[in-house]
């Protein structure tokens, strides 16, 4: 093992890619003691909390005082460490010293002793929140354990969608002092008529994983509930903490900006004082540093990194044989062998997956491979129903399990001690998901954390080795708040309006505290206002859109229970298909599948679920009736999610491992590994490297393709190609197919077309984009991109998720629940409607807005259209498809009808290319068989048989596309790909293109 340089990030990086038998990293096994952060402490601890430690044999890092020490001063703030380093203790007991009344605590632990009536407990002072409910059953438990001993008059309690209806009961009566929620239930809890009685009083609010909300809609919701709350106490203290943020000072004035009095909060933050214990300059530009407070009366905030000591090792799990003609979308199952090996080795092991749908596959495969993993091996994934999730996290805490395959459910911090190794199956798309992944392993202070990447195609072989890179050199993906979305405005309206009423000038100063709304214009305010007062000009005729109407004392209130027990019923911004309940005839529940799902299948048809062969017997309401079924070829449930695009560090660090293999440095296993892909790729064309960007032309029977190679990642690709397909095509019209992936595009054109001569004026920034770009401003790019696009298609399908957040279309409310046909049904009634009678609607703009801004990356695509402005254009003719191009032209054979087998296509393709590369007959087929996901116990090398090569790629697509049903038995030959790339061919007449279908599988 090499040791890599450490970072300036709270993680040490170590270790070079290694076999599966590779010896795992030495921990401490036996008890997990926290060791002393230093032996001559820089701040004295307060004595309750130092002698609560002590009493576990623990000492206060250093980092922990900074934060016990702002808290003192009444500071909010932003703590930063790496997983396990101790976060939560450190907020947790500093809220305990700063809000815990001692006399109080006293007359408790007298009361407790001598089995007295203990003394009322306080109100509600902190409230805690988790972005999944998962983790907030297991954060509770962290946190009653210093309670007794410091707060023993306080109590706790959790609410969340899990909670019993008789706890939610008590909970309306009394809150406990300390209240571990969701951003969804603060929201309904402001939504009550008693909200400023009962969160008023609120001290403290903490925002557990913010990097894990920052980003989306539902940081958003804790924005607007954080400004309410400070503007009924304005001395409410926030902390949030981090573990994988690149922009540290912009994510810590998203979280205390709505603390600000207006005033203060109209410009930019420019409170914040750095505190890093030990920390030099860090790879987001802060330093330590000490600003003046502001004019108000609002103490700065506090940024505190905890940089620990702590090793991480990042390796890969290298496969006999890399394919040089790899392609996305496959399972990973050829390394079930090795990964088996990996598991018999540990202690514990977490086995993480970018699907449910690939968890499923994994976890079947995996008890079929070895049966005596039964009852130590478990399955994780947010559809499952909770009891079987709280058996699994118990099991992992407990040490009861060998190893469990899992999605993001289990990313964020529960804490499983046991845990020695993380498996990530395929690419983790970004440098943050693997740092988040790594720390599951390793849970403590002073233990290594260790992350395995298991490639499921050659390519990703070589994003091991830069991802290791990326981590060693301290680069963290950055994530941003959304920008002024409307319809979350228009949901916490009508939440406030709920809750108490407001007065509309009052709350707009409140709501412009927010970093989401700083520079919320005047009149889109006043739209938002008329939209919940009467549905806009466009619905005033309708009473269910009268949500909110202004007394005549000037508050604005809901009136119509109806109409405020139908908002509760819907209040949150998690967005997804309706889910149908799947569980036993007469029996047990195993959880939910999205209804679009069951809706394609039939009475019999055999789908796996929940690691078990269901056969559906009958549907009933939302309602899956199953029985288990005998063994088949059962199709996969598909979720919506799971398109991950590679993330901009982790592409730039990929393309320097192409540059440093081109410059004869090969430093890794991993570029050992798939030399013979790069060599051949070197040979055929070029590789890709910084300052160049690589285009490929080649001439087949299909037409004229032209391969591109931004490494931007595949939602700005799809923006990309609609673009240059529109260039394309105004001096010359025709018919394009495209395809795309995290790597590039394709372009293909049925009739004669020089690539090469039109190539640089495609590329080219026109005057006004370039006059845009500069003042950071990109109307006309916007306005190209939608004429390049079937923009109204994909407009209007943003535009379902907004009408619902917005409360236009509800998927449920007491006594109802609408399927998804009926949502979509009404979202495009809507839709047509506000085009035709009301153009200017603030959420049909929004739906533009999020359709450039998410679904196309627009920003990140302005960024490399500047950037390929800076490259040198190096176009390479193909005599054949090189190691590269491979890739999206089976992204494009997916789409295509064709009375050829997908799977036959390919073996015949890999097979022509491997002879023309001067392989063996031997060798072609054992690259075939190898690029399948074969099961454990076929065999493989270089004995198989070329007539083999058909069946085994035909498998490795199978498992690829869970995302249509089948009959047991049957094969389907047309299947699209896993999410990890999107593609099409799309055949459409230019100039205006179509984008393909782009689905993702989890």
């Not at 209806?165 to 009566?173: C, F, M, V």
């Amino acid at each position: 093992m090499s040791r890599a340089k450490p970072p300036p990030c709270p993680s040490r990086p170590i270790g070079a890619p290694a076999s599966a038998d590779a010896p795992s990293p030495s921990a401490p096994k036996a008890k997990h003691r926290r060791p002393n952060a230093q032996p001559a402490p820089s701040a004295t601890a307060p004595d309750a909390a130092t002698r609560w430690l002590a009493e576990r044999g623990w000492a206060p890092f250093d980092f922990q005082r900074e934060v016990w020490q702002a808290m003192a001063q009444g500071r909010s703030g932003l703590l930063h460490a790496s997983t396990g380093a101790g976060k939560t203790l450190a907020v947790w007991l500093g809220l305990l010293m700063h809000f815990s009344a001692p006399a109080q605590a006293a007359l408790a632990l007298a009361a407790t002793k001598t089995k007295a009536k203990l003394p009322p407990a306080p109100p509600l002072t902190v409230l805690w929140l988790t972005p999944m409910r998962a983790l907030a059953a297991d954060t509770l438990r962290a946190l009653r354990a210093p309670m007794a001993a410091l707060a023993p008059d306080w109590t706790a309690g959790l609410r969340t969608g899990d909670t019993p209806a008789g706890e939610r009961a008590a909970q309306t009566r009394r809150l406990p002092t300390l209240l571990v929620t969701t951003p969804e239930s603060l929201s309904l809890l402001l939504s009550r008529a008693d909200a400023h009685d009962t969160l008023g009083r609120v001290g403290a609010v903490v925002v557990d994983e913010w990097h894990e909300l920052l980003g989306s809609k539902r940081g958003v919701q804790v924005q607007l509930a954080l400004a309410r709350l400070a503007s009924w106490n304005p001395a409410l203290m926030v902390w949030g903490m981090s573990a994988t943020l690149g922009n540290l000072p912009e994510a810590l004035d998203a979280l205390v900006r709505p603390l600000q009095p207006a005033d203060a909060a109209q410009g930019k933050r420019e409170t914040t004082n750095l505190i890093a214990a030990g920390a030099g300059p860090t790879s987001a530009g802060g330093q330590k540093s000490s600003h003046p407070p502001a004019s108000n009366h609002t103490p700065p905030p506090a940024l505190i990194r905890g940089l620990l000591p702590k090793d991480l090792v990042i390796d890969t799990l290298l496969p006999a044989r890399a394919e040089r003609f790899a392609w996305a979308g496959h399972m990973g199952l050829q390394m079930l062998p090795q990964v088996a090996e990996v598991i018999d080795g540990a202690g514990s092991t977490l086995i993480f997956t970018n699907t449910r749908s690939q968890a499923e596959r994994w976890y079947q495969a995996l008890i079929e491979a070895r049966p005596d993993l039964a009852g130590v091996l478990a399955l994780h994934h947010g559809s499952l129903d909770k009891s079987v999730r709280d058996w699994v996290e118990l099991g992992l805490k407990e040490g009861r399990l060998k190893a469990v395959v899992a999605t993001s459910s289990l990313d964020l911090g529960v804490d499983f001690l046991p845990v020695e190794r993380v498996l990530q199956i395929g690419s983790a798309k970004g440098v943050a998901r693997l740092l988040q992944r790594a720390g599951r392993s390793g849970h403590a202070p002073g233990r290594t954390s260790r992350i395995t990447l298991v490639p499921t195609h050659s390519l990703e072989i070589v994003e091991g080795a830069a991802a290791r890179e990326a981590v060693a050199a301290g680069q963290i993906e950055s994530r941003h708040s959304p920008r002024a979305p409307r319809d979350v405005l228009v949901q916490h309206l009508v939440t406030v309006a709920l809750g108490g009423g407001f007065v509309p000038d009052a709350l707009l100063a409140e709501v412009r505290r927010t970093a989401a709304y700083a520079d919320l214009p005047d009149d889109e305010w006043r739209w938002c206002l008329d939209f919940v007062r009467q549905g806009g000009p466009s619905l005033a005729a309708y009473p269910d859109f009268r949500r909110v109407v202004p007394g005549d004392d000037g508050v604005w209130r809901v009136p119509d229970a109806r109409l405020a027990r139908r908002h509760r019923s819907n209040i949150g911004t998690i967005v997804s298909d309706a889910a149908v309940s799947v569980q036993f005839v007469g029996g047990a529940r195993l959880g939910s599948v999205e209804e679009s799902f069951i809706a394609r299948l039939k009475p019999g048809d055999v789908f796996m679920f929940a690691g078990r062969l269901l056969e559906l017997v009958r549907v009933h309401e939302m309602t899956a009736q199953v029985r288990r079924a005998p063994a088949g070829s059962p199709a996969l449930p598909r979720w919506n999610g799971g398109r991950m695009p590679l993330s901009n560090t982790l592409a730039d660090a990929l393309v320097r491992q192409f540059a440093a293999y081109a410059r004869g440095e090969r430093a890794s296993p991993e570029i050992d590994r798939v030399a013979p892909l790069l060599a051949l790729q070197q040979q055929w064309s070029r590789l890709p490297v910084p300052g160049e960007l690589l285009a490929e032309t080649l001439k087949t029977r299909e037409g004229w393709h032209l391969f591109l190679y931004p490494f931007a990642g595949r939602q700005v690709h799809t923006g990309l190609a609609g673009l240059l397909a529109w260039r394309a095509a105004r001096g010359q019209p025709g018919t394009f197919s495209m395809a795309f992936n995290d790597y590039g595009l394709e372009l293909l054109s049925p009739t004669p077309i020089d690539w090469a001569a039109l190539l640089p004026d495609m590329l080219a920034l026109p005057a006004e984009h370039a006059a845009d770009l500069a003042r950071g401003q990109r109307p006309a790019l916007l306005a190209e991109v939608l004429d390049s696009l079937n923009a109204g298609e994909l407009a209007r399908r943003r535009f379902r998720e907004i009408a619902r957040i917005s409360g236009l279309i509800f998927q449920s409310h007491p006594g109802e629940q609408r399927s998804s046909r009926q949502l979509q049904a009404s979202a495009s009634l809507y839709y047509e409607v506000f085009q035709q009678h009301d153009p200017g609607n603030q959420l049909l703009l929004q739906a533009q807005q999020e359709l450039l801004e998410q679904e196309l990356d627009v920003d990140r695509l302005a960024d490399t259209l500047q950037k390929m402005q800076q490259q040198a254009l190096m176009v390479q003719a193909l005599q054949r498809p090189s190691p590269l191009s491979f890739p999206l032209m089976v992204e494009r054979f997916r789409e295509r009808l064709s009375n050829e087998p997908l799977a036959t296509r390919i073996a015949r393709m890999v097979a022509d290319l491997e002879k023309a590369a001067g392989a063996s007959a031997a060798e072609e087929a054992a690259g075939a068989a190898g690029a399948a996901d074969a099961p454990a116990s076929a065999p493989s090398g270089s004995g198989a048989s070329a007539s083999a090569a058909p069946n085994s790629v035909r498998q490795a697509l199978d498992l690829s596309a869970p995302d249509a049903p089948r009959q047991p038995g049957r094969r389907r030959t047309r299947r699209r790909g896993d999410g990890n790339s999107g593609s099409g061919d799309t055949g459409a007449p230019v100039p205006r293109p179509r984008l393909a279908r782009r689905r993702g599988a989890g």
